[in-house]
């Protein structure tokens, strides 16, 4: 984890350096190992550094052999070394073994269409001071934060909201859309922010400011594959694919670990990272005092049959109410993940032992795994009068997440909530609902009678629709749909600014561009195509929480 920033001037004033100081300072969590500026007037760059590779020549801004394309990038470009290999053969010198050195020769041959031969996780900046021109870049499935805002300074970028409203970018001023999807989604939609004026790159975007004005466009969207024939074919491919993603996350300079909590999705990476990165150590959140979301039994087991170094984390009730503060202190918007928490205290132990952290966070996404994505197969057989009857009975009985009983009753309410509505976007938007039109008003008591809070799903149920036409299965559609709606523009960006001086795990190696294609094409129903015999055990047939 790094941070970029920078600022470009839009009239005939040169850009405030000194603003640009102020942007790193702002973003020192994401780098602590060094730090550096960049300004030719017309524009400034800077970025705040975390070493993972080439941890004595790397620091950035990095440029070409003239000195008239220079680039900040925040995250790890895994093909990089054949990308070298084919640019040296042209006759492009490199000063670094640095893996982001490669985006400035890359331009030079391509110009902006470099950034859709790069694989990794990347937000990334490139200034071309000949032709005086901007591009930033965020990798495919938006893993890397980026965020821009122009006002009376210029156009600003930076990995974090923070560093722009250090700079003076933007005006503390909530967006009233935003703040309504996110009171009824959790979330805030597409490319906005919870703040008016700033905005954020959307996954695989691309986004080019010079004389002629300011162009964004897409460089890679999400297409299915051939479906495959069965799904054992699925399990097979995305076993060989898994590998080859938690490979490319093992390539670093640094002590790595990661994260255990004894479900599929974790256990499978932990497992995929011990075969290479033996002796890994494994980090694992316990809850003494409340066994329904203790799961510490799984993950001793899988770190046992693995042979990790295995650390546990108990969490009391009242250790988590102190370190809500704290989590939420670096935030700079609104988050309804309540895994914040526990990721925060499980960050603040494993910095202690590593700098880098694995998880397998992302597969719900891909692979449908939350109960939410369960309804539309239920949805798909079961009669309109046993909906209903669910909702009566849901209604009556205790709801809640004090117990399994409850918290089945609960999903039950849910699930005939939304089982009564014919079109599927809406259908689905009503599952992922965090508060009702009630409760929205509640919170939001000048809301417009003309404006309700469930007319903001439409875009996304649109949307929906689209990706329904094209998906070869329910559950890979809402995957899918999940992925590129929800999860980059909250959990991901997060626990970065919480674990200080870690890197945390939002480079999962199941947010893979090659998992993600293959989730889009997979057979079958709701649940992950694990590949089979990893990870051992229990392990591999308990259900994941929800």
């Known amino acids: 984890m790094c941070g970029i920033a920078g600022l470009i001037s839009v009239g005939n004033d040169p850009v405030?350096?000194?603003?640009v100081h102020q942007m790193t300072a702002?973003?020192?969590h994401r780098g602590p190992d060094g730090e550096g500026w960049w300004t030719d007037g017309e524009a400034a760059l800077g970025h705040r550094r975390l070493a993972i590779i080439d941890l004595e020549s790397g620091a950035q801004p990095l440029e070409n052999e003239t000195g008239s394309v220079r680039v900040v990038c925040n995250g790890e470009i895994y093909n990089y070394r054949e990308l070298r290999r084919a640019l040296e053969a042209s006759g492009h010198r490199f000063r670094t073994v640095s893996d982001c050195e490669t985006i400035v020769h890359l331009y030079e041959e391509h110009g902006p269409d470099a950034v859709a031969r790069l694989h990794g996780m990347f937000a990334l900046a490139i200034w071309d001071r000949t032709v005086k021109r901007l591009v930033l870049a965020r990798d495919r499935l938006g893993i890397k934060p980026l965020f821009y805002s122009a006002g009376a300074q210029g156009?600003?970028?930076?990995?974090?909201?923070k560093a722009l409203l250090a700079a003076r970018m933007t005006r503390r001023e909530v967006h009233p859309d935003a703040l309504l999807h996110y009171l009824s989604c959790g979330y805030v939609p597409g490319t906005d922010t919870i703040y008016r004026d700033v905005h954020r790159l959307a996954p695989g975007e691309l986004l080019v400011l010079d004389p002629r004005g300011l162009h964004r466009r897409p460089y890679w969207t999400l297409q299915p594959g051939e479906p495959l024939r069965s799904r054992t074919a699925a399990a097979e491919e995305l076993r060989a694919l898994l590998t080859a993603a938690v490979r490319e996350h093992l390539v670093s300079d640094v002590p790595l670990g990661a994260f255990l909590s004894g479900g599929v999705d974790s256990s499978v990476v932990s497992t995929l990272a011990a075969v290479s990165?033996?002796?890994?150590?494994?980090?694992s959140v316990t809850f003494p005092e409340d066994p329904i979301f203790d799961e510490a039994r799984f993950s001793r087991q899988v770190a046992r049959r693995i042979g990790s170094v295995h650390t546990e984390i108990p969490l009391t009730r009242a250790q988590i109410l102190a370190a809500v503060p704290p989590a939420l202190d670096p935030l700079d918007e609104p988050f309804a993940d309540p895994s914040l928490v526990p990721s925060f205290e499980i960050a603040r132990e494993a910095r202690r032992h590593v700098k880098v952290v694995l998880s397998g966070d992302g597969a719900d996404e891909l692979f449908a795994g939350y109960a939410k994505h369960l309804g539309e197969v239920y949805a798909a057989w079961a009669p309109r009068p046993l909906v209903w009857l669910l909702g009566q009975a849901a209604s009556v009985a205790p709801a809640g997440r004090g117990n399994r009983l409850e918290e089945t009753v609960r999903k039950l309410g849910r699930?005939?909530?939304?089982?009564?509505?014919?079109?599927?976007?809406?259908?689905y938007a009503r599952w992922a609902k965090v508060c009702g039109e009630a409760e929205v008003r509640a919170l939001v008591p000048d809301l417009s009678p003309g404006r309700t809070a469930p007319d903001l799903f439409a875009?996304?149920?649109?949307r929906f629709a689209a990706d329904s036409a094209r998906a070869p299965g329910g559950h890979a559609r809402q995957g899918r749909?999940?992925?590129?709606?929800?999860?980059?523009?909250?959990?991901?960006?997060v626990p970065g600014p919480s674990g200080g001086r870690i890197r945390l795990p939002d480079p999962g190696p199941l947010e893979d561009r090659r998992a993600a294609r293959q989730a889009h094409s997979s057979p079958g129903v709701p649940g992950r195509a694990a590949p089979r015999g990893r990870p051992p055990g229990q392990a591999r047939l308990r259900a994941p929480r929800r």
Not at 16 to 19: E, K, R, V
Not at 277 to 283: I, K, M, Q, W
Not at 415 to 425: E, M, P, R, S
């Open 415 to 427: 699930l005939a909530d939304g089982g009564g509505i014919a079109d599927t976007g809406r259908r």
């Open 277 to 283: 990165a033996a002796p890994l150590r494994t980090f």
């Open 481 to 493: 749909h999940g992925e590129h709606g929800q999860r980059p523009r909250g959990s991901r960006s």
């Open 459 to 462: 875009a996304e149920a649109l």
């Open 155 to 161: 156009f600003g970028f930076a990995s974090e909201i």
């Open 26 to 28: 702002a973003l020192a």
């Open 16 to 19: 405030d350096p000194g603003l």
